[in-house]
């Protein structure tokens, strides 16, 4: 199983990018999928769900009204539309979810390698 | 939003010798706690969940205890690949899922 995320790149302050997140090796349909961002030097901080069916999405405030997650469970995707960015926006944004050895999981087991979005001007 | 508060927030230690990480939360949250891992330049590892079962693969020497709003994660005979950052993770209230802000342990 593995989630492989690409989209990110250097934007400016006000602009959008559009992350994806390949997922394989699992039952995709049967998830949910996560959004963790890590700002350099910083922690973890979650920042949107969508559940398996993609009715139920939840967002960080910090994001709220800004960033849009959505998935295609016919191609395995799952996308963060990130619009109005800010300098704090800046980090490495993860794709996660709780797929893994523990069954029925509420926790993060699986997650992709990162991609790096530096809004700047 | 249920805060995590993790401290220290660097710990230097010895190789071979204990580290020990704590973890607060702002309320209870059962056992419905995990720690992580993360190396430079690496993603997360899942070490522990509910508060105190290891991950397939985590060595013996990675123990968790704790429940309610106080939790602690025992490094024993630290090795060099277990200088890293460690996160606690609660999943008991959400949203939002809510991390610590990160224990670097270093090498003394």
């Known amino acids: 199983a593995q989630l492989v995320e690409s989209g990110g790149g250097v934007v400016q302050p006000g602009g959008s990018l559009t992350l994806s997140c390949a997922a394989s090796g699992f039952s995709f349909v049967a998830y949910g999928m996560h959004w963790v961002r890590q700002a350099p030097g910083k922690g973890l901080e979650w920042v949107a769900f969508?559940?398996?069916?993609?009715?139920?999405?939840y967002y960080a405030d910090s994001v709220k009204g800004r960033f849009t997650i959505s998935r295609d469970n016919s191609k395995n995707m799952v996308y963060l539309q990130m619009g109005n960015l800010r300098v704090e926006d800046t980090a490495v944004y993860y794709c996660?979810?709780?797929?893994?050895?523990?069954?029925?999981?509420?926790?993060?087991?699986?997650w992709g390698q990162g991609t790096l979005v530096t809004v700047s001007s | 939003e249920i805060v995590m508060t993790q401290s220290p927030d660097t710990l230097s230690v010895s190789p071979g010798e204990r580290a020990t990480l704590s973890c607060r939360a702002s309320q209870s949250v059962n056992s419905n706690l995990a720690w992580y891992q993360q190396r430079p330049g690496q993603g997360p590892r899942l070490l522990i969940y509910g508060a105190s079962t290891r991950a397939t693969g985590v060595p013996a020497r990675f123990s968790g205890s704790g429940s309610g709003t106080e939790f602690t994660l025992t490094i024993s005979h630290l090795q060099s690949e277990d200088f890293a950052v460690y996160y606690c993770?609660?999943?008991?209230?959400?949203?939002?899922?809510?991390f610590g802000q990160g224990t670097k342990v270093e090498i003394k």
């Open positions: 993770h609660q999943y008991h209230y959400w949203p939002p899922w809510t």
């Open positions: 969508i559940r398996s069916d993609g009715t139920i999405k």
């Open positions: 996660a979810n709780f797929y893994g050895e523990q069954v029925y999981a509420e926790f993060f087991q699986l």
